[in-house]
Every structure is written in structure tokens, then in C-alpha cells.
């Protein structure tokens, strides 16, 4: 599975972005699909997934409620719609995904920057 991810960019604090990560390869394998973020200095962290039937996502406490993580199941495409940004957002994002029978996240996009200035 090959993961390709966009959209990220410049924004003002308050702004949003639409992240996209389109999957190819064996995406039947795929049990879930997550993005992740590491900011200068810190450790990557799970910024959330979506499980493989749409439905069921989770966000990390940070993000709750301004992100939401979707899925286009015809386009293999995951998407991290992110509203009323904060330059604590800033990172490069990254998306992967986990597959069947894994518990962890295997597969990798090359990441995607977004800045959120004040």
C-alpha cells in the first residue's frame, strides 16, 4: 500500500485546511486509516483514525471537536478536515494506515507541513 498526502500549507490562526491522503495498492487490506503530527522538537503524535467502514473515528483530546476525520471509500481517500487552527497545530502531518489483523500502523505517507500563524 502506497499513501500519498496533500493539502498542506499556510494559514492564519482560526483558518482551516482539508488534509487528503489517497491510498493505493492492496487497500483492501486496510483496517484503518489515521494522521499523525510531529511538531519541531516533539514526538509524533496520533492526531486520529478512522476505522475501514467510515463510521468509527477517534481524536486525540487536543483536536476534539475543530478536526474531523472522514473517508471516500470509492477513492481510497482519507481526509483530516481541520477548523479553527492554532499555531500549537503547526507540524508536519502525516497519514497511515493500519491493516488487517495489525495493531499498529504500518504503512506511511511522506507528510505534509501545515503552519498556523498568530
Known amino acids: 500500500v502506497q499513501l500519498q498526502a496533500s493539502g498542506g500549507g499556510l494559514v492564519q490562526a482560526g483558518g482551516s485546511l482539508r488534509l487528503s491522503c489517497a491510498a493505493s495498492?492492496?487497500?483492501?487490506?486496510?483496517?484503518?486509516m489515521g494522521w499523525f503530527r510531529q511538531a519541531p522538537g516533539k514526538e509524533r503524535e496520533l492526531v486520529g483514525r478512522?476505522?475501514?467502514?467510515?463510521?468509527?473515528?477517534y481524536y486525540a483530546d487536543s483536536v476534539k471537536g475543530r478536526f474531523n476525520i472522514s473517508r471516500d471509500k470509492s477513492r481510497n481517500t482519507a481526509f483530516l478536515q481541520m477548523n479553527n487552527l492554532q499555531p500549537e497545530d503547526t507540524a508536519v502531518y502525516y497519514c497511515?494506515?493500519?491493516?488487517?489483523?495489525?495493531?499498529?500502523?504500518?504503512?506511511w505517507g511522506q507528510g505534509t507541513l501545515v503552519t498556523v500563524s498568530s
Open positions: 478512522i476505522l475501514r467502514g467510515g463510521i468509527n473515528t
Open positions: 495498492g492492496r487497500t483492501s487490506s486496510i483496517s484503518a
Open positions: 497511515a494506515a493500519r491493516f488487517v489483523g495489525a495493531t499498529d500502523f504500518a504503512a
